[in-house]
């Protein structure tokens, strides 16, 4: 099964596309589990999301989210924790019941991990398994924070952030050297788990990492490669992101 690619004209609308096959499924389906993604890309869907909320009464108190990532070792009051950038950005503005939320934790001490990450795996999965995962792409082709060698079959584990995923994250902490080194991340057998995935690009930034994850053959050099053999995966882009393929 090959990527199914979406073409929009513009990032406002592929994200009112994207925001819409999520407000189907919330109002389809009791319980949707919701994958959910950080970084500047999802910012706008997460705002067309909160329209929807409040000016066509989509409800969110039956949903379950679960995000993909989060840095290790920040504060729980730091504003670059995945955790406070969920709430800023999306779950303050509406009407998601806290127990609902799930996010890997950034206070995790080194010996409660491992238990720590299988506990992760294991709501996944009592929650039903997650129904729409919305993805991003770093600069090394990463999808959650599954930087280049990532096995196919990984789960979610702490991971070593690679040298250009903490320079793009350098502005936002003031520094190289305030961006975390580890993270945790679901890995890309969760990620792959998923029923149905919707990873954004936008701009030309992106045009170069789009390419190889769609066109080149799947490696784990690439982790967002591996879903091209995923049997409903879709690539929502722009034009400037489109325009390397
Ligand atoms: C971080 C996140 C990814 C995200 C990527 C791209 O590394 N962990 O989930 O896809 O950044 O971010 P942006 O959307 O800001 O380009």
């Given at each position: 099964m090959s990527i199914q690619l979406h073409i929009h004209s513009s990032r406002e609308v592929a994200v009112r596309c994207v925001a819409r096959e999520i407000a189907t499924l919330i109002r389809n389906q009791a319980h949707a589990v919701l994958g959910l993604a950080t970084g500047a890309t999802p910012i706008p869907l997460y705002q067309e999301l909160v329209r929807l909320h409040r000016e066509?009464?989509?409800?969110?108190?039956q949903v379950i989210t679960f995000n993909l990532d989060e840095y290790l070792g920040?504060?729980?009051?730091?504003?670059?924790?995945y955790w406070n950038f969920m709430h800023r950005n999306f779950f303050d503005h509406?009407?998601?019941?806290?127990?609902?939320i799930h996010l890997p934790s950034s206070r995790v001490a080194a010996g409660d991990l491992v238990a720590h990450c299988i506990a992760y795996e294991e709501a996944i999965r009592a929650a039903g398994g997650i129904d729409y995962q919305i993805l991003g792409i770093g600069?090394?082709?990463?999808?959650?924070?599954?930087?280049?060698?990532?096995?196919?079959?990984s789960i979610t584990r702490r991971v070593h952030l690679d040298e250009i995923t903490r320079q793009d994250a350098a502005p936002a902490f003031g520094g190289?050297?305030?961006?975390?080194t580890h993270a945790i991340t679901m890995g890309c057998g969760t990620i792959l788990s998923a029923r149905k995935i919707s990873l954004m690009a936008f701009g030309e930034g992106k045009a170069e990492i789009v390419r190889k994850a769609l066109?080149?053959?799947?490696t784990d050099q690439v982790s967002a490669s591996f879903l091209q053999d995923h049997p409903s995966a879709h690539f929502h882009l722009d034009l400037a992101a489109a325009s390397a393929l």
């Open positions: 066509e009464n989509l409800s969110f108190r920040l504060e729980s009051t730091h504003p670059e924790t509406i009407d998601i019941p806290a127990a609902s600069r090394t082709g990463h999808i959650g924070f599954n930087e280049p060698g990532s096995p196919i079959d190289l050297e305030h961006v975390p066109r080149d053959p799947v």
